[in-house]
């Protein structure tokens, strides 16, 4: 019980230092930048106790900064992070701060249509781009494939993408996860669900990270996980004691406590749930509570449960094995 409270304090600290709350990443340049290595945090909160913090992976970064990120996970207790990129950064920036920083940051590879310069491809279903992701994965630096943001509602700063999750491009992008054996992580949302469908079922064997759950009510995270032992569950957006796109987008029942109904379904299957942040490095605030926000949730698992949805999942998909 100390443990949760402690934890509760945290996010509940966290949230009234978040700042007006931030849209989703923007369009994306075509133009690659580099790691930012000078970049300095803002203000943040003070270290959490370390013996009260569970140790886990992040599973939705968006690197656009490496010093911010490593010290997020520094204080926040996280021992890996799934890099992919940002509105600042882009796939080669992220596979050299993995090189920096080796069993620590498992970047993603990513042909996103919300990248100004991919959009065309999808619209077009052109192929080049999916030679190119290839040639990412053949190098052997990425882990997996993602975040695709192919069917995306639009936000502050971010056009939707409204693309096939079943067509030609998504069958391509998981043709190469399963040539190359990594997972993909999907941004789909609940609308387009019978099309992920057709999609899971035709690649069974390629594990497909469903990023925010899809932002689902609970009877279809179960419908969904039941029909598709190839899905998992990411949480990211889904801890948040608030979300600025939907009130009902959170699994918190009060800003804290998670429903009980939504406690039971991941305690029943916690190999097919997995905890992220969605951390974009625009405000210490706002990550600090996505941060204390995954804290909260996971100190109110059982121990076996908190285990497997706090590293385990994530660390097997990435071939990593149990950490």
Request: charged letters at 20%; one cysteine or more.
């Amino acid at each position: 019980m100390t443990r949760v409270l402690f934890a509760t304090c945290l996010a509940l600290a966290a949230l009234n230092a978040w700042p007006q709350a931030e849209p989703s990443e923007p369009v994306r340049r075509a133009t690659r930048q580099p790691v930012q290595r000078d970049a300095a945090p803002g203000p943040a909160q003070a270290p959490a106790p370390a013996s009260a913090l569970t140790p886990f992976v992040d599973a939705h970064v968006h690197l656009n900064s490496l010093p911010m990120q490593l010290e997020l996970m520094a204080r926040w207790g996280a021992s890996h992070a799934v890099v992919f990129w940002g509105g600042r950064s882009s796939n080669e920036s992220v596979a050299e701060a993995g090189r920096q920083h080796p069993g620590v940051l498992i970047p993603f590879a990513s042909i996103s249509p919300e990248r100004t310069a991919y959009r065309p491809h999808w619209e077009h279903n052109g192929v080049e781009l999916l030679t190119q992701l290839d040639d990412m994965l053949a190098t052997g630096l990425y882990k997996g494939i993602g975040e695709i943001s192919v069917a995306h509602f639009p936000s502050a700063g971010f056009a939707e993408t409204d693309f096939g999750v079943a067509g030609p491009m998504m069958a391509g992008i998981l043709e190469l996860a399963r040539k190359h054996k990594v997972p993909v992580m999907v941004h789909v949302e609940s609308t387009r669900m019978a099309e992920l469908s057709q999609l899971l079922q035709r690649f069974p064997g390629v594990p497909v990270i469903w990023a925010h759950g899809g932002y689902t009510p609970l009877f279809l995270a179960r419908r969904m996980l039941e029909r598709h032992p190839n899905l998992y569950y990411e949480l990211s957006a889904r801890t948040w004691p608030h979300h600025p796109r939907s009130p009902d987008y959170t699994i918190l029942r009060d800003g804290t406590r998670v429903w009980p109904e939504w406690l039971a379904l991941i305690e029943e299957q916690p190999g097919r749930f997995l905890v992220g942040t969605d951390a974009s490095h625009r405000s210490a605030a706002s990550d600090d509570m996505k941060y204390a926000s995954v804290q909260g949730f996971l100190a109110q698992l059982s121990p076996g449960a908190r285990q497997e949805v706090a590293r385990g999942t994530l660390m097997r998909l990435v071939g990593l094995g149990q950490p």
